[in-house]
């Protein structure tokens, strides 16, 4: 089974902290995303990587940077953090390809910035 | 760009009757793909069902069926018989290249 696990299931920061939120994957898959889910909102995709050093812009990236220096692992971070960014955090990853290839998800970091 | 729609933020539904949740999306590109997916309140999050923009038969898994009608653009989760355990979110999402976009979600609650 894959395995995608994110290093932190709750977190509390500070405004303006730099925080880092990490994302492992054990199956070689390609692609890796980042999502945030708010009550009402769904899932918003911030970035995706589809290689090792590759990033593109999801749909919210302001805020945000990531970092994929290894093909397993896959960073987030807020530069500095604001209140806004209280949420859920979902990591994943599948296959890359034309066929299908159902996103595997980490279990979520809850993010809270005071 | 592309975009889902689920416009059931909450449903209740009695157990063993069949539920159908909405989905319907938006994209001008021929090839796509769409998934199902449970949340249920422990956070995670399971995949469901797929069904390609392709594919001339309507996806199944078990008490899952997807009720895909293209011209519509309507992709709808139909669950058989509910049963309590069903009790979750779920998503509807679209997959363009790499990239895979998801709806509000649909609070689903199964009666006794």
């Known amino acids: 089974d894959v395995k995608v696990t994110q290093s932190s299931r709750y977190l509390v920061k500070r405004t303006g902290e730099k925080v880092f939120l990490e994302c492992v994957q054990d199956?070689?898959?390609?692609?890796m995303f980042w999502y945030r889910q708010d009550p009402g909102l769904g899932l918003r995709l911030i970035y995706f990587s589809y290689d090792v050093k590759m990033k593109e812009k999801g749909d919210i990236p302001e805020g945000y940077s990531v970092s994929r220096e290894k093909k397993e692992r896959f960073s987030l971070i807020l530069e500095s953090a604001s209140t806004n960014q209280t949420s859920m955090y979902l990591c994943?990853?599948?296959?890359?390809?034309?066929?299908?290839?159902?996103?595997?998800f980490g279990n979520g970091t809850r993010l809270t910035v005071t | 760009a592309q975009k889902i729609t689920q416009t059931q933020p909450g449903m209740f539904v009695q157990e063993k009757e069949a539920v159908t949740l909405d989905c319907t999306y938006d994209?001008?590109?021929?090839?796509?793909?769409l998934f199902w997916y449970k949340q249920p309140s422990s956070g995670e999050m399971i995949f469901l069902i797929y069904?390609?923009?392709?594919?001339?038969q309507n996806a199944t898994e078990g008490r899952y069926s997807l009720n895909f009608q293209k011209a519509r653009k309507s992709a709808n989760l139909v669950i058989s018989a509910s049963q309590l355990g069903d009790s979750a979110m779920y998503f509807c999402?679209?997959?363009?290249?790499?990239?895979?976009?998801f709806g509000t979600g649909t609070r689903l609650t199964i009666i006794p």
């Open positions: 999402a679209m997959r363009l290249n790499e990239k895979l976009t």
């Open positions: 199956m070689d898959h390609e692609n």
């Open positions: 994943a990853s599948s296959l890359a390809g034309a066929f299908p290839s159902p996103l595997h």
């Open positions: 994209t001008s590109d021929p090839s796509y793909g």
């Open positions: 069904q390609g923009s392709y594919d001339q």
